[in-house]
């Protein structure tokens, strides 16, 4: 049992590189046969041939896998710390390309873009995808100017911890904006990542249900239904509403609120 949970860790750890559950799979398959014929690493791993052929397309333009010039043709797993930098320095790659077509791209846009900045529409939007969710919560926090109350469950903040939010709560400190975690109980090796956050405080109490409400005061809210935590980070069911209703807003930021006050102060952070 520990082993498939150490499997199942490591594929949810995986997925921060792009891998599906079957992609690492075939990885690890790779890695403890060696040099591997198509045909016998899809028998090997009980998947549809086909599919691991597209798969293998996918992991070598990753980096991940090679091929060899023998008869039948062979795959070969990239050594771990090989594969892991090639993924990055190609994510790093295409970031990179990202912010220097941003000014190209946004005068483009604009050029047809309808000129709404007399108009008050209050918003409410449904995002799907947890790592569209995790971007949309670093917005709202990068963004906020009021207190911001981040409640939801100890997994949702650790797999948080592994994303941008933790530097955007650190540079809000810095230009005095609250954030405020709650959170349910922690064993010490969770509490001490939950600290990296550098919130201004953190509190474990009782939470109304296993979902997430993030609320900036007077302005913003992120909440969702419950969260499936037997997902990873690529989990592609998970949504959330995101509004500035002021009513909406109003109502959460009082519930959070309430939560906070009747919460227990268990680490300060300095």
Not at 65 to 91: G, H, M, R, W, Y
Not at 184 to 204: N, T, W
Not at 229 to 240: C, Q, R, V
């Amino acid at each position: 049992m520990g082993k498939v949970n150490e499997q199942q860790d490591l594929f949810y750890d995986l997925e921060y590189f792009g891998l599906s559950a079957d992609e690492s799979t075939l990885y690890l398959a790779m890695l403890r046969y060696g040099p591997i014929p198509v045909g016998l690493l899809a028998k090997k791993t009980e998947l549809d041939r086909g599919k691991v052929y597209r798969m293998l397309d996918h992991l070598q333009g990753l980096g991940v896998v090679k091929f060899t010039f023998s008869n039948p043709v062979k795959c070969i797993a990239a050594k771990p710390d090989e594969c892991l930098n090639n993924i990055v320095q190609k994510k790093e790659c295409e970031v990179e390309t990202m912010k220097k077509l941003i000014p190209r791209v946004n005068s483009s846009l604009k050029s047809v873009s309808f000129d709404n900045s007399s108009t008050q529409e209050h918003e409410l939007n449904i995002v799907q995808g947890r790592n569209i969710v995790y971007a949309h919560i670093a917005k709202l926090i990068s963004n906020a100017r009021n207190t911001v109350y981040i409640v939801s469950s100890k997994e949702d903040l650790i797999r948080m911890y592994y994303t941008q939010i933790p530097e955007i709560v650190k540079k809000a400190k810095k230009q005095n904006i609250k954030v405020r975690i709650l959170t349910e109980k922690s064993d010490p090796k969770e509490e001490s990542i939950l600290q990296k956050f550098e919130a201004e405080e953190i509190r474990y109490g009782i939470l109304p249900s296993k979902s997430r409400m993030i609320v900036e005061e007077r302005r913003k809210l992120i909440m969702s239904g419950l969260i499936d935590e037997t997902s990873g980070h690529n989990d592609s069911k998970d949504s959330i509403l995101d509004t500035n209703s002021p009513e909406m807003v109003s109502n959460i930021s009082r519930l959070c609120i309430l939560l906070w006050n009747r919460a227990r102060r268990i680490m300060p952070n300095q």
